[in-house]
């Protein structure tokens, strides 16, 4: 693998079922240490970095597979985006009401601000467990962005959802970019989210980059092709 992804671009990953893009998203977030190469967060050498430190130099995610905590309001799993903000300690508690308590007030006007953003308002106080998957992905997204990320890592935000609800989460993905400045790397299996949002995109296959550049040629490229339709790695 070779790719830098510049800052405020939407770069798109894409590949049939176990070309290697989680393996690859792993790498860059720290869970997975790389066996060789370097991984490189705006210049600084963060391979082999501990997730949680990864996250705090700006790297947020969200998952191929749900990780929501049920039995927990949309706003309660939205709070927890701001763990690594938050920096609890027997001092802070003893002054709570001067140091603690100004903590907690920015920590939600922050998320405040995140749920009226992505038009989450009616269902801030509801429990995930009975949300439709739209809206269990827009709170997802939610926490991310909660984080303050510089670079947000997205794993098939889209899965699941009909087409009207794709279209408000690409349109939530450019938002992001454009009023946030993220750098956005968008793990897809939808080809016109890609083509339609991503500034450039990289195609794998078996672990193997094999096309890479924008996305409208990429997708024409022979090799993706046959990746998708005719004997790539699917299952």
């Known amino acids: 693998m070779d790719l830098a992804i510049n800052h405020g671009e939407i770069f798109g990953l894409v590949g049939p079922n176990g070309s290697g893009k989680t393996t690859l998203t792993n790498a860059i977030s720290g869970f997975y240490p790389p066996n060789k190469g370097i991984v490189r967060m705006a ?3 963060i391979t082999g970095v501990a997730p949680h430190k990864v996250a705090r130099l700006g790297v947020a995610r969200t998952f191929q597979n749900l990780a929501l905590f049920n039995g927990m309001s949309v706003l309660d799993n ?10 609890p300690g027997v001092l802070p508690t003893m002054l709570y009401w ?3 308590r100004r903590e907690e007030i920015a920590n939600r006007m922050i998320v405040e601000e995140v749920i009226e953003f992505l038009q989450l308002e009616s269902v801030r106080n509801e429990l995930v467990d009975g949300l439709p998957i739209g809206l269990k992905k827009r709170v ?3 926490r991310a962005l909660v984080s303050e990320p510089r ?15 794709k279209g408000y989460m690409a349109r939530f993905i450019l938002d992001a970019r454009a009023e946030r400045g993220i750098s ?12 339609g949002i991503c500034d ?9 980059m094999i096309a890479g550049g924008i996305p409208k040629d990429v997708v024409k490229d022979p090799r993706v092709i046959e990746a998708y339709i005719g004997g790539g790695a699917h299952g």
């Open 140 to 142: 997802e997204l939610a």
């Open 200 to 208: 450039r995109m990289l195609a794998l296959n078996y672990g193997e």
């Open 184 to 195: 956005v790397l968008l793990i897809e299996h939808h080809m016109d989210v890609i083509v």
């Open 98 to 100: 001067w140091v603690a």
């Open 151 to 165: 670079m947000l890592i997205l794993d098939e935000p889209m899965a699941g959802m009909n087409q009207e609800e």
């Open 43 to 45: 210049g600084k050498d």
């Open 78 to 87: 939205i709070l927890l985006g701001r763990h690594i903000h938050m920096h």
